[in-house]
C-alpha cells in the first residue's frame, strides 16, 4: 500500500481550505484559497508568489489536482486554475489531523493542572 | 524597515525555494546557468537591492503604465498556464481592492502585489539554478574521484615497468657515459628488486 506522505501545517492549511471550498461547491482558485487563508490566520497575507508555489508543490506531489476553467471579464478573461483534493490529499490530511489531535491530548491534561 | 523585511523574507523564501520546492536534475552546466550561479552566490545579499531596483525603475521612474510593465514581467517570468492563473487572480484583486480602498490606495496594493510575486518568481529560478550548479558539482566530483581511481589502478600496474624504464632513462641521461639505456635499467632493475 502505497505510503501517506507527511505535509506541512501550510500545505495543510491549503488541503484544508480545498476541501472546504470543494465540499461547499464552491469554486476553489487563487483568491478564495488567499481570502480563507488570510482570514483563519488571523489577517496575517501570505506572500502572494508564495500562494502558487505551494499550491503547485501539492499538485506536484500528487495531493491536489487542478484545471483550468474559461476567463472571466472580472478577470481580465484571463483563466483561473480549479483545485480538487485527491484520494492521497484527503489521507495526508487525515494523518496530519490525528498528529495533532494527538499533540493536544497531550497538552490538554497539563493545561488542566495549570 | 521595509527594506530589513524584504531583505529577511527574500532570503527566508529563497531558502525555502531552496528546500523544498525545486529539485534539479540537470547535470549540464551551460554559460547562462553558472552566471545565474555566481549571481545567487551573491544574490540573496542582493535581493533586497532588486526589489528596489524592480520599484525604482518600474514604478517610479517608468513613464509607462507600470502595473502593465509588472503584467509583462510576469508573464515572461512564468508559463502561459501559470501566468493566466495568477494574473487573472490579480485582475480579480484589483477589482476589490480598488472597490475597498479606493483607486490610489487598490492600484498601490495590487502593484506591491505584482511586485512580490516577480521578486518571489525570481528566487525560485535562482534557487533552481543553484541546485542544479550544486547537482553539478556533485556530478563533477564523483567524476573526478573515478578518474583518480583509475589512474591510481593504472599507475600501480605499470610499476614494474615505469620505474625501472624512466629510472634507467634518467640515470644514462645523467652519467652520460655512453650507458646505454638497458644496462642502467638493468642496474635499477636489480638495485630495485623487482
Redesign the interface.
Known amino acids: 500500500m502505497k505510503q501517506v506522505p507527511n505535509i506541512s501545517d501550510t500545505e495543510a492549511d491549503l488541503i484544508g481550505i480545498v476541501l472546504a471550498l470543494n465540499g461547499a461547491d464552491e469554486e476553489a482558485y487563487g483568491v478564495p484559497i488567499n481570502a480563507e487563508l488570510t482570514r483563519i490566520r488571523g489577517g496575517r497575507e501570505i506572500v502572494s508568489g508564495a500562494l502558487y508555489t505551494s499550491l503547485q508543490r501539492l499538485v506536484n506531489k500528487g495531493l491536489l489536482e487542478a484545471e483550468s476553467a474559461a476567463g472571466t471579464p472580472e478577470r481580465g478573461n484571463r483563466s483561473k486554475r480549479l483545485y480538487k483534493v485527491t484520494g492521497t490529499g484527503i489521507r495526508a490530511f487525515r494523518k496530519w489531523e490525528a498528529e495533532r489531535l494527538r499533540l493536544l491530548d497531550t497538552v490538554r491534561p497539563a493545561w488542566g493542572r495549570s | 524597515m521595509t527594506k530589513t523585511v524584504t531583505f529577511l ?1 527574500a532570503i527566508g ?1 529563497g531558502f ?2 531552496s528546500a ?2 525545486v529539485t534539479g536534475d540537470n547535470l549540464r552546466l551551460p554559460l547562462w546557468q553558472f552566471a545565474g550561479c555566481v549571481v545567487m552566490v551573491f544574490g540573496f545579499l542582493l535581493i533586497g537591492l532588486l526589489r528596489n531596483l524592480i520599484e525604482l525603475f518600474l514604478l517610479r521612474l517608468a513613464d509607462l503604465d507600470r502595473a502593465q510593465i509588472l503584467i509583462w514581467v510576469i508573464e515572461f517570468l512564468h508559463t502561459p ?2 501566468a ?10 484589483k ?2 481592492w480598488i472597490q475597498d480602498l479606493g483607486e490610489s490606495e487598490g492600484r498601490r496594493r495590487f502593484r506591491r ?2 511586485c ?6 525570481l ?2 529560478l535562482a534557487a533552481l539554478l543553484v541546485s542544479s550548479f550544486w547537482d553539478t558539482v556533485e556530478a563533477t566530483l564523483q567524476r573526478l574521484v573515478t578518474v583518480a581511481k583509475l589512474l591510481s589502478q593504472i599507475v600501480r600496474i605499470l610499476r614494474p615497468v615505469w620505474i625501472p624504464l624512466g629510472g634507467g632513462t634518467v640515470l644514462s641521461w645523467l652519467t652520460g657515459k655512453g650507458e646505454t639505456v638497458g644496462r642502467a635499467l638493468k642496474a635499477l632493475h636489480d638495485w630495485s628488486g623487482l
Open positions: 523574507v523564501s525555502y525555494v523544498g520546492v498556464v501559470r493566466d492563473e495568477i494574473l487573472g487572480d490579480l485582475h480579480e484583486l477589482i476589490q502585489h505584482a512580490w510575486i516577480v521578486v518571489y518568481r528566487c525560485e
